[in-house]
């Protein structure tokens, strides 16, 4: 099974979970377009929000209702992709660049549903690089201070974020202790957000590859 067929079918498994009646939101990335093109083919009524500008224009496509965050107090559910997934279910997002909106729509549901191939697992976070958004008045101060927090560099990306900011990726090495860096990057001034997502807010990993179908829960974890 190649990557990109692991990719639809975790992203179509995805939207089985999702009935009449949902609120949902919708996450950023190839995975996930799989998710959202298999909700528009069910034609049901749910009412969405989208994670990013690319998430939006693919979902008013396809036929979902999208309402801004605000317009909701909380998500049924949300279905997202993944950089990278520990065995903790600690995550890297933040690839795409949609990590802000990404983490706010995840925040707002009790049922966060990961959707990745299984080149996404991994032993500990950290090859991938951690995706950061930092505000565009001060990014070398910003580079600097995560610098300290041990990245050994911080390299921008070109362009901005659909939030106007600026998107950078950190080299830390391998993650020890995510929740210790997901607390210390958010007390930087400037950072706007970060690609690391903790186990704690994931409900299950639905996960396809040559080893077939795989859901991965806090209690069924390896
Ligand atoms: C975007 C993300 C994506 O979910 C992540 O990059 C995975 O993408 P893909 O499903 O294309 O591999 O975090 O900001």
Redesign the pocket.
């Known amino acids: 099974m190649s990557a990109d067929a692991a ?1 639809r079918a975790a ?1 179509r498994r995805a939207a089985e979970l999702v009935s009449d009646g949902m609120t949902v939101g919708l ?7 799989h998710t959202i093109i298999a909700l528009g083919e069910r034609a049901l009524d749910i009412t969405c929000v989208a ?2 500008h690319a998430t939006e224009q693919l979902a008013t496509q396809v036929g979902l209702r999208l309402v801004a965050p605000d317009e909701v107090e909380s998500l049924d559910i949300a279905v ?4 990278e997934v520990d065995s903790e279910l600690n995550l ?8 802000m909106r ?1 983490k706010i729509v995840a925040s707002l549901t009790e049922r966060f549903v990961v ?3 299984d080149s ?1 697992l991994v032993g500990r976070l950290g090859d991938f690089g951690t ?1 950061i958004e930092l505000m565009p008045f001060a990014p070398r101060t910003v580079a600097r201070a995560i610098e300290r927090l041990g990245a050994r560099e911080v390299l921008l990306r070109e362009g901005p974020s659909d939030n106007g900011n600026l998107l950078a990726d950190a080299r830390f090495g391998t993650i020890e202790d995510p929740a210790a860096l997901s607390a210390a990057l958010d007390a930087v001034p400037g950072l706007a957000g970060h ?1 690391i997502f903790l186990g704690s807010m994931v409900e299950r990993v639905l996960v396809d590859g040559p080893g077939g179908a795989r859901t991965i829960t806090a209690a069924s974890r390896s």
């Open positions: 990719k992203g996450g950023t990335g190839t995975t996930v377009a994670t990013s997202d992709g993944a950089d890297t997002k933040g690839g795409g660049g949609a990590l990404e959707v990745a191939d996404k995706p690609g």
